[in-house]
């Protein structure tokens, strides 16, 4: 059974940097895409980006000019980083990884972040 | 505000039959990519119901139906039980000026009367 577990920070400060880590056990992340999706209290869900191991990336153009997600396939990891962060930014932050004609099968239990000084 | 439109609030009694649309445009839905379903019950991930607008993944019973025309795409759930009771989410595949990229509607809940 494919799992994914994200870890982080829970409180970051506002102007700084935003960094999330997924690990992923029950498959590899050299296969498939991979993918963080955010959702404020409240609110849906918004698709920050997704990787490929070839390091292929694709994000959300509201957000392309913030956003890096990056690979560790040592680590069969995944991570994200959105710079410059502000309450807006406040969300619960899933991983999960992209499948069949761009569905996600499988999610991470996801991670509240609160930006706030 | 949302690529995908859903309607805020759906419901229904037991036993009856409910349907959530999902209303895009000619970049995403219209373009031929595919619409998938996702349930979310309080406090958890969103879990896959229905994948290429039609298939449900193993385990999801079928009550749960997809379907796809033209720009839009609709959910249906038939027999409706308590346990049905939550927000569901469409997401498709845009590829308009900004890029291609995944989008979300902004969801619709469900209550069960």
């Known amino acids: 059974q494919v799992q994914l577990q994200e870890s982080g920070p829970g409180l970051v400060k506002p102007s700084e940097t935003l960094s999330l880590t997924c690990t992923v056990s029950g498959d590899s992340i050299s296969s498939h895409y991979w993918s963080w999706i955010r959702q404020p209290p409240g609110k849906g869900l918004e698709y920050i980006g997704y990787?490929?191991?070839?390091?292929?990336?694709n994000y959300n153009p509201s957000l392309k000019s913030r956003v890096t997600i990056s690979e560790d396939t040592s680590k069969n990891q995944f991570s994200l980083r959105l710079n410059s962060v502000t309450a807006a930014d406040t969300a619960v932050y899933y991983c999960?990884?992209?499948?069949?004609?761009?569905?996600?099968?499988?999610w991470g239990q996801g991670t509240l972040v609160t930006v706030s000084s | 505000q949302s690529v995908l439109t859903q309607p805020p609030s759906v419901s229904g009694a037991p036993g009856q039959r409910v349907t959530i649309s999902c209303a895009g445009s000619?970049?995403?839905?219209?373009?031929?990519?595919?619409v998938h379903w996702y349930q979310q019950l309080p406090g958890t991930a969103p879990k896959l119901l229905i994948w290429?607008?039609?298939n449900r993944p193993s385990g999801v019973p079928d009550r749960f139906s997809g379907s796809k025309s033209g720009t839009s795409a609709s959910l249906a759930i038939s027999g409706l039980q308590a346990e049905d009771e939550a927000h569901y989410y469409c997401q498709s595949y845009d590829n308009n000026l900004s890029g291609p990229h995944v989008v979300f509607g902004g969801g619709t809940n469900l209550t069960v009367l």
């Open positions: 000619s970049s995403n839905i219209g373009a031929g990519y595919d």
């Open positions: 990787t490929y191991y070839s390091g292929t990336t």
């Open positions: 999960a990884r992209v499948r069949l004609r761009h569905s996600i099968d499988f």
């Open positions: 290429g607008n039609d």
